[in-house]
């Protein structure tokens, strides 16, 4: 598995995550996107092995994907924060596509 850290090269834009539970908006610093997975800072837990829908967007050039997956790790507590970890369960060509289009328009 390969992993592209967003990194923020003095842009204050932020990645947007939202589900059904939450909706966050996330600095490039607190997101590593993996090619099967997402990993996250949140103030939010979420449970373990619960299946959830998130979308990120790039709020550089409007970019989105939707990816489906499920929560394999939330370690942290409420006043330090979360680490939250997802694997994502399917991807289409296409999101993958787009996926990458988002980090790599990040990494600049």
Known sequence: MSARKITNQGNSEQL???SRKASLALSPDAVSIHKG????RSEKSFPIWV???VTLQSH???AAVNCTGVVVGCSGNKHAGYQVSMVFTS????AE???DAIVYSRAG
């Open 97 to 99: 596509a787009r996926l």
């Open 51 to 53: 299946e959830m829908t």
């Open 60 to 62: 550089n050039d409007g």
């Open 37 to 40: 997975g997402i990993e996250f």
């Open 16 to 18: 947007t995550v939202n």
């Open 91 to 94: 991807m289409t060509k296409q």
